[in-house]
């Protein structure tokens, strides 16, 4: 079956410190790969997203490109700030049949961010 | 533009008690609707999906069960709850076909 591996942190950076947050997925298919960011008290937020291998996806600063021989989705950000202080989701996004999709998550990644 | 709402956005319920939460999709016909369950510090666990009116597909057997009485309304319910209920539930929406999931606020629900 399909599985999403990502580093369980927590990671705590200072402002302005590159980010790094490793996914790797095991999937049967050709899936497309999800970053979704998860505020305290929130529900799931699309940060961005690819589709197919070496595709980028970007959004807000932040980056991930689809690595299909290394089975690897890393979202990276160059200058983080306090503001970017989450949970972090890596997802993959396989076809169910009848017309649905279905996500599988990584465990997430708490990153705090201090001034 | 779409929107998602669920509530209650918080509850406490005891143990055995019924259970009822609603999510409503806004700007979208026929959407595929999702519940989550996100337990404390672990991730995200799907529940149910609906492709259309009455159809529920289950994901993971246990005391819950979802219904979907109108295109655009999906409910998640129990006849009793049990303590291991507790978590955090995310109802979220696709397009038909679609691959990309958009989440509601959430509930969080925690049984004493």
């Known amino acids: 079956g399909n599985s999403v591996t990502q580093m369980e942190g927590p990671v705590t950076l200072s402002e302005e410190a590159f980010l790094t947050i490793n996914c790797t997925y095991t999937?049967?298919?050709?899936?497309?790969l999800f970053w979704y960011v998860q505020y305290p008290g929130e529900g799931l937020q699309l940060l961005l997203k690819a589709t197919k291998a070496d595709d980028k996806g970007s959004n807000k600063g932040f980056e991930a490109t689809y690595r299909k021989e290394t089975t690897s989705f890393h979202l990276e950000k160059g200058s983080v700030q306090v503001s970017d202080s989450a949970v972090y989701f890596c997802a993959l996004s396989d076809s169910s049949g009848a017309g649905s999709y279905q996500l599988t998550f990584g465990k997430g990644t708490k990153l705090s961010v201090i001034p | 533009s779409q929107t998602i709402h669920q509530w209650p956005a918080t509850l406490v319920q005891p143990v055995g008690s019924p259970l009822s939460l609603e999510c409503t999709v806004e700007?979208?016909?026929?959407?595929?609707l999702y519940w989550y369950r996100q337990a404390a510090g672990r991730g995200l666990q799907l529940l149910f999906y609906?492709?259309?009116?009455?159809?529920i597909s289950s994901e993971v057997p246990q005391n819950l069960s979802a219904s979907r009485p109108q295109d655009r309304q999906f409910i998640l319910s129990s006849k009793k709850l049990l303590l291991s209920d507790s978590g955090f539930y995310l109802c979220a929406w696709s397009l038909q076909g679609g691959e990309t999931q958009y989440f509601g606020p959430g509930t969080r629900l925690l049984v004493l």
């Open positions: 609906s492709v259309g009116i009455g159809q």
């Open positions: 700007g979208t016909s026929n959407p595929n």
């Open positions: 999937a049967t298919g050709y899936p497309s």
